[in-house]
């Protein structure tokens, strides 16, 4: 009973390095998230998909990008890392839109840009 | 930009004590999550309210959405240790055509024993 499983758990990277985040899910979600969670700040979404082929932005998409080539998958890509980065990223997934579906999150992927 | 705003920040306690953590808005929420978040790990839905007045009862919490659905309440009774964490409280908003979750800041909760 896996749910929502993101790799790696921890990393550091240098400015201007590149890296995937990977997020997978096995409740055959159509819908999947990408979230980052700042000190004090809540959870900001940065990417959304409402199925496979379909992304959007969500609240700070500026410095990543994602793909949807899957139900199960949803990596988020960082192509020039800065220090601005420097987050705990969330993956979820849901049923279906709407405020009554419960969002699934995975445990985090901890981030340091140095 | 709807804002939710979450208080107290932060808020340490002992062990049995009684607490009450809140939830704001400048607008009217349509439906909103409580969810509660340990360290290390991802937040877990706690519950959903969606009617105005709503009193909702998962063992010892107590949720409660006003009457307005401007604001809601999450009332912990005889707070234990493992009530640690982070509370987290989400609006469901639809912009673009498509619904998301807006996340307050959250309440930090810890419990002594």
């Known amino acids: 009973n896996a749910g929502v499983t993101q790799t790696p758990k921890f990393r550091i990277l240098k400015i201007g390095q590149s890296m995937t985040l990977q997020c997978a899910q096995d409740?055959?979600?159509?819908?999947m998230y990408w979230y980052r969670q700042d000190p004090g700040m809540g959870l900001k979404l940065i990417y959304y998909s409402v199925g496979a082929g379909i992304t959007d932005k969500g609240e700070v998409p500026n410095g990543y990008n994602v793909s949807r080539s899957t139900t199960e998958d949803f990596p988020l890509r960082l192509e020039l890392a800065a220090p601005s980065q420097t987050s705990v990223y969330f993956c979820?997934?849901?049923?279906?839109?709407?405020?009554?579906?419960?969002?699934?999150f995975g445990d985090g992927t901890r981030l340091s840009i140095l | 930009t709807q804002l939710l705003e979450q208080s107290p920040q932060f808020l340490s306690i002992q062990e049995g004590e009684n607490l009450t953590v809140y939830c704001n808005s400048s607008?009217?929420?349509?439906?909103l999550q409580w969810y509660r978040q340990e360290p290390g790990e991802g937040p877990v839905l706690l519950v959903t309210v969606v009617t105005g007045g709503e009193v909702k009862k998962l063992k010892r919490l107590t949720f409660q959405f006003g009457d307005a659905r401007k604001d809601s309440s999450l009332h912990i009774t005889a707070a234990q240790p493992g009530d640690t964490g982070l509370y987290l409280c989400?609006?469901?908003?639809?912009?673009?055509?498509?619904?998301?979750?807006?996340f307050g800041a959250g309440t930090r909760l810890a419990v002594h024993p």
């Open positions: 409740m055959n979600h159509n819908y």
């Open positions: 607008s009217v929420f349509s439906s």
């Open positions: 989400a609006e469901n908003t639809t912009s673009g055509g498509y619904n998301k979750l807006i």
């Open positions: 979820a997934s849901s049923y279906s839109w709407g405020g009554k579906q419960p969002q699934h």
